[in-house]
């Protein structure tokens, strides 16, 4: 993997972590954003594979009604860079 898809990756576990523990956010998002991340580090698929199912799961949590907005710019924010992850 290169340097920079490794900086790409730790930016969204980064993202992921603070939905992660953020309690104000709703305990279905929580979950999603751990379970998103431990997808995402597991080697037994393929990088582009991993990046795609992450990408789905976190439009599916951004489209909860119960979001709050900045939990939302996150998502959408770890949704940008894994669609830049080549």
């Not at 956010?25 to 990046?51: M, T, Y």
């Not at 979001?67 to 992850?85: C, G, K, Y």
């Amino acid at each position: 993997m290169s340097d920079d898809n490794q900086k790409k990756l730790a930016q969204v576990a980064a993202y992921l972590d603070m939905l992660a523990e953020d309690t104000s956010v709703p305990r279905n998002i929580r979950k999603g954003a751990k379970d998103s991340k431990e997808r995402l580090f597991d080697d037994r698929e393929a990088l582009d594979l991993r990046c795609a199912s992450v990408v789905s799961v976190l439009e599916e949590l951004s489209n909860d009604p119960n979001i709050p907005l900045h939990a939302r710019t996150l998502i959408w924010n770890a949704t940008s860079i894994l669609e830049s992850v080549k």
